[in-house]
Antibody, heavy 126, light 108 residues
Framework: QVQLVESGGGVVQPGRSLRLSCAAS????????MHWVRQAPGKGLEWVAVIWYDGSNKYYADSVKGRFTISRDNSKNTLYLQMNSLRAEDTAVYYC???????????????????WGQGTMVTVSS | SSELTQDPAVSVALGQTVRITCQGD??????ASWYQQKPGQAPVLVIYGKNNRPSGIPDRFSGSSSGNTASLTITGAQAEDEADYYCNSRDSSGNLVVFGGGTKLTVL
């Protein structure tokens, strides 16, 4: 079945690095833009980053720009998030999510997160 | 700060109709999508595009949009609909993605 499974979370000290992985299965991974979304404890969802289906474009939220790097290996059906210079405010559950895009019958652009992983917890603490 | 604005909390009596709204300038150009999240679980897509429901989402969930406001309507709310609901769309540049702050729905 269509599935995303995150891994790599854990407890890390401020200023250190961590790499998250997201293994995709059940669909043609190389055909979809992929995103990371996070949720701090008791808070709302926050979009983190996107990478296009072929890796040609990447965009980041201002809160992580310059510290986080999104990447993918389409031969391994895997999405990554390299997190450097971690801060306490990066503590969150990190989700990977698939976001298909298309134009509807009226010619309007449509996209949405249709598949989510179960999330992996990252705790930044000394 | 979020570019999409939602009411923090809404309540509805069991079996009644509730509307959850989401406001933002980018909604004039892009559709909103809506997600339901229950405690300890990943979000689930409930509405996308003009008014589309993924397979398995009950037809009591519907979406609409007017100007800079998107709405999620639950017609005949059930106890199991009690959850946090988030709207989501592109930002004004079209390159980034934004979420609303979320609405906590209580079914009385």
């Amino acid at each position: 079945q269509v599935q995303l499974v995150e891994s790599g979370g854990g407890v890390v000290q401020p200023g250190r690095s961590l790499r998250l992985s997201c293994a995709a299965s059940g669909f043609t991974f190389s055909s979809y833009g992929m995103h990371w979304v996070r949720q701090a404890p008791g808070k709302g969802l926050e979009w983190v980053a996107v990478i296009w289906y072929d890796g040609s474009n990447k965009y980041y939220a201002d809160s992580v720009k310059g510290r986080f790097t999104i990447s993918r290996d389409n031969s391994k059906n895997t999405l990554y998030l390299q997190m450097n210079s971690l801060r306490a405010e990066d503590t969150a559950v990190y989700y990977c999510a698939r976001r298909p895009t298309y134009y509807d019958s009226s010619g309007y652009f449509v996209d949405a997160f249709d598949i989510w992983g179960q999330g992996t917890m990252v705790t930044v603490s000394s | 700060s979020s570019e999409l604005t939602q009411d923090p909390a809404v309540s509805v009596a069991l079996g009644q109709t509730v509307r959850i709204t989401c406001q933002g300038d980018s909604l004039r150009s892009y559709y909103a999508s809506w997600y339901q999240q229950k405690p300890g679980q990943a979000p689930v897509l409930v509405i996308y595009g003009k008014n589309n429901r993924p397979s398995g989402i009950p037809d009591r969930f519907s979406g609409s949009s007017s100007g800079n406001t998107a709405s999620l309507t639950i017609t005949g709310a059930q106890a199991e609909d009690e959850a946090d609901y988030y709207c989501n769309s592109r930002d004004s540049s079209g390159n980034l993605v934004v979420f609303g702050g979320g609405t906590k729905l209580t079914v009385l």
